[in-house]
């Protein structure tokens, strides 16, 4: 059964720092693996996908990375702002599963001004 | 934002009681999604379906049901609802012929007393 971990469960960083959120998988079997944004009270929005095959990707300040080896990816956000602040979340599509996701508990950062 | 409706947004009911909450998309997306969301244990699939009449149970289906009976609304029940099942409920949709991600809704909060 896939599980996926994500480290720290919280993070407080000040405005403008570069900072890292972990997320590891403990099946490589994976088709691909997305990381989503929640704010507090909403839904999740897809922020970035990697397919299986794919070793990053990026969007403005969010660059994503993905080790399927070693069952690890990371969230690099740079220049960190206030509006940043949410949870985030990373999920793992299996290659044997269809469409269905399992995800990790989330990092809840907060971007101090 | 993709048109996900959930409804109700807040329910408060009592143990033993039948409750149904409803999923609609104007996305005419093929697969429909139940996730809950608790502390400690993020977000886990209930139920899903990938076609109109055609659902299969996710990781924490015992006590739920769900019906498909149109392509744009996916019901959830609780036949008998418990203190367990206090949550917070989310409906996505995807079409993997179209996109990779999972679009979600803005959540159903119950509490069962």
């Known amino acids: 059964k896939q599980e996926v971990t994500q480290i720290p469960a919280a993070l407080s960083v000040p405005e403008g720092e570069n900072l890292v959120l972990n997320c590891s998988f403990t099946?490589?079997?994976?088709?691909?693996l997305q990381w989503f944004r929640q704010d507090p009270g909403k839904g999740l929005t897809s922020l970035l996908l990697?397919?299986?095959?794919?070793r990053e990707q990026t969007s403005g300040r969010l660059n994503a990375s993905l080790d399927k080896s070693s069952g690890r990816s990371t969230l690099y956000i740079a220049a960190s702002q206030p509006g940043d602040s949410a949870t985030y979340l990373c999920?793992?599509?299996?290659?044997?599963?269809?469409?269905?996701?399992?995800f990790g508990e989330g990092t809840q950062l907060t971007v101090n001004p | 934002d993709a048109g996900i409706t959930q409804s109700p947004r807040h329910k408060v009911t009592e143990t033993g009681t039948p409750v149904t909450l409803r999923c609609h998309q104007t996305?005419?997306?093929?697969?429909m999604y139940w996730y809950r969301q608790d502390p400690g244990h993020g977000l886990r699939l209930i139920h899903y379906?990938?076609?109109?009449?055609?659902?299969d149970k996710g990781e924490v289906s015992d006590g739920y049901s769900v019906s498909r009976s149109k392509t744009e609304d996916f019901l959830l029940t609780l036949e008998s609802a418990t203190s367990s099942q206090t949550s917070v409920y989310f409906c996505?949709?995807?079409?993997?012929?179209?996109?990779?991600?999972?679009?979600f809704g803005p959540g159903t909060r119950l509490l069962v007393l």
């Open positions: 999920a793992v599509r299996q290659e044997t599963s269809g469409s269905r996701l399992t």
């Open positions: 996305e005419n997306h093929r697969y």
């Open positions: 379906s990938y076609g109109v009449k055609d659902t």
């Open positions: 990697i397919q299986s095959s794919q």
């Open positions: 099946d490589s079997a994976i088709y691909n």
């Open positions: 996505a949709i995807s079409d993997p012929r179209r996109v990779e991600t999972q679009y």
